[in-house]
């Protein structure tokens, strides 16, 4: 028996090191030998959710809590591996629980806390994690949040304090770094906001987020936002997304460009045949042209903005894919909408390369665009979206055999109460006219 405590000593000491794959086997080792000890049984879910397999990190939570179904600890396991696999009903369920065995457990609080702004319940979600920091107020996983939450609310500066102790306590959480970075970009202190990414960037070289956070605030602009950055931003808003850009932010690109078309093409030319949502989103272009088209693909490279787009039942088909990567595929369109993506791809004209492949003769895209008059391609604003002169929009589309079609300029969206300038534009493949 000594030997099996020596050896989940060192299988302990060994997780705590993230030597995962050497704890794992010494864990599994104990198992074979004790297999109904709970303590095994927790340590071999946590090492198995921190390798990435949560199927065998499930199992081996639900055996824990079958052995102790009244420690709060073993349903809190449970729901961190829920969450990890996307079961957010299921990972609720599981921390609701555990908050209802052990009331002020700071960690469930948190963690019901958190999963519950993510599901858009969050006054409560607030609710639970200030909680959890007046029980523990050097908690740093909780202050990052409860920053997180009062950044998005617009409190710039509580949020600040807060992510700055945070920080303090926790000087190489990668994820605070970031969130505290945001912060000060959003407060223009860009000088402390690269100190910071800089910080980052020292502990982790190849966070892509950090980097295109710290060139858009540097006059950098790359040719595309990195995908990391573009599926970490979305997958965060997403609960929060419809209601946020049409109500606070007054957005209504979809709706405008789908007038447009109305507007534009006579009755004849309508349904499309097939129509393409780039970077669907929720599905707010979706609403906008669903009954103008018989079939309707969306594709997007957020999982929980495709999650929200699938409960409105508006596409035929939705792909968690990136844009010039399904474009490769032998399928064609008659309609491309492309409303508030050229923000975050860049430049233009491999996204119209990739469209004329694809497009069928007359072919129209619907896209929208940040303006700028400061150059003459496209830039990367300290937002951490791209605008675009729109000449060299029209240019890269004729270069592709996109002529235009119709063009109004159209107030994108606030940012900081202000209204950002911006065009609307209709292309057609070949710049062939209308019968």
Known sequence: MQDLHNLFTEAVSLHQRRELVEAEKRYRKIHHALPENINVLANLGIVCRDLGKLAEAETYCRKTIAFAPDDPDQHLNLGAVLEARNDTAGARLAYEKALELAPSHPKVLNNLGKLLHQL??????????????????????????????????????????????????????????????????????FTGAKTILNRLLAIEPDHQPARHMFAA??????????????????????????????????????AAL???????????????????????????????????????????????????????HLYDRLEHAEILDFLKQEEYYDLFIVADVLV????????????????????????????TQD??????????????????????????????????????RKENGQWLAGDLYLFIKSGAGLR
């Open 344 to 371: 975050y791809l860049g430049d233009p004209q491999p996204l119209f390369s990739a469209i004329a492949a694809r497009a069928k003769e007359k072919s129209i895209v619907a896209c929208s665009i940040e303006q």
């Open 258 to 312: 789908a007038a447009m078309v109305r507007d534009t093409l006579p009755p004849t030319a309508l349904p499309f045949a097939a129509a393409l949502d780039l970077g669907c989103g929720t599905g707010l272009s979706g609403a906008a042209f669903k009954e103008m088209t018989k079939r309707l693909a969306g594709i997007d490279v957020s999982a929980q903005m495709l999650a929200k787009a699938r409960e409105k």
């Open 120 to 189: 858009g319940v969050t006054a409560r979600g607030l609710e639970l994690i200030e909680q959890a920091v007046r029980i523990e107020p050097n908690y740093p996983q909780a202050l990052n949040n409860l920053g997180v939450m009062h950044s998005e609310r617009g409190d710039l500066q509580l949020a600040g304090k807060l992510l700055e102790k945070s920080v303090s306590l926790d000087p190489d959480n990668v994820n605070t770094l970031y969130n505290l970075a945001g912060v000060y970009n959003g407060q223009n202190n």
């Open 375 to 412: 150059v003459e391609g496209f830039v990367l604003l300290p937002s951490g979206r791209y605008a675009h002169n729109p000449p060299y929009l029209v240019a890269c589309a004729a270069a592709a055999g996109f002529a235009v079609l119709g063009h109004q300029a159209h107030r994108i």
């Open 217 to 254: 605030i540097s006059g950098a602009t790359p040719p595309s936002a990195p995908r990391q950055y573009v599926e970490e931003i979305f997958d965060k808003y997403a609960h929060r997304f419809d209601v946020h850009l049409e109500k606070s932010l007054g957005y209504t690109a979809p």
